[in-house]
């Protein structure tokens, strides 16, 4: 199975600030279709995780511009332009190239300072 | 709008078997696969399998081979959880999910609360 780690588990930014997330999967992510299937979700305590960007880059309807995806193969980062409070919770990356399973990453808290 | 709600919270006791539904509307129930996963306090969700709605083929994660059983019913646009043979460390929440047939997964179920204790 392919593992996808985080980094860093915990992540303290203060409010205005960028921050930036890694995933590194065990594997590459590009399919054989040519796309690298790699998204973000941010979850908030007592919530169900929320997608924020599809297929490396891709943001969800309704998703902030401060969130921006980018990466390839087997490194992929998560950036917040500037943090805000509404930003704080668990973010999560996962991989959707090898079928059937999707694998979630450990997760990466943000807590705002 | 698309929506997956699931059932109540459960709480069992070890060797018990649970069986979580996910009511999907909103969209075409048989279009798409609905996943399963479980999440632990602290963790990130672990999969559990998957269901392909019109087919009703079905896989499912090695860790849980021959404890989970995923099905569903069309007439009633909801998909099933079945796990069997209960431990502590089964507690967890459990969610459906709606793959986007773009390698990942869009909506979620708001999750279900199955708690393992004697």
């Known amino acids: 199975d392919v593992v996808m780690t985080q980094s860093p588990l915990s992540l303290p930014v203060i409010l205005g600030q960028p921050a930036s997330i890694s995933c590194r999967s065990s594997?590459?992510?590009?399919?054989?279709?040519?796309?690298?299937?790699l998204s973000w979700f941010h979850q908030r305590p007592g919530q169900s995780p929320r997608r924020l960007i599809y297929?490396?880059?891709n943001r969800d309807s309704g998703v902030p511009d401060r969130f921006g995806g980018s990466g390839s193969g087997t490194d992929f980062t998560l950036e917040i332009s500037s943090v805000e409070a509404e930003d704080a919770g668990v973010y999560y990356c996962?991989?959707?190239?090898?079928?059937?399973?999707?694998?979630f990453g450990q997760g990466t808290k943000l807590e705002i300072k | 709008q698309v929506q997956l709600v699931q059932s109540g919270a459960e709480v069992k006791t070890p060797g018990a078997s649970v069986k979580v539904s996910c009511k999907a509307s909103?969209?075409?129930?048989?279009?798409?696969?609905i996943h399963w996963y479980r999440q632990a306090p602290g963790q990130g969700p672990e999969w559990m399998g998957r269901?392909?709605?019109?087919?009703?083929?079905?896989n499912s994660a090695q860790n849980f081979q021959g404890r989970v059983t995923i099905t569903r019913d069309t007439s009633i646009t909801t998909a099933y959880m079945e796990m069997t043979r209960l431990t502590s460390d089964d507690t967890a929440v459990y969610y459906c999910?709606?793959?986007?047939?773009?390698?990942?997964?869009?909506?979620w179920g708001q999750g279900t609360l199955v708690t393992v204790s004697s």
């Open positions: 999910t709606r793959d986007d047939r773009a390698g990942s997964v869009d909506y």
């Open positions: 909103g969209y075409s129930f048989t279009a798409h696969y």
């Open positions: 269901i392909h709605p019109n087919s009703g083929a079905a």
């Open positions: 594997q590459s992510l590009v399919h054989s279709d040519g796309n690298t299937y």
């Open positions: 297929k490396v880059s």
């Open positions: 996962m991989e959707g190239t090898h079928w059937p399973s999707f694998i």
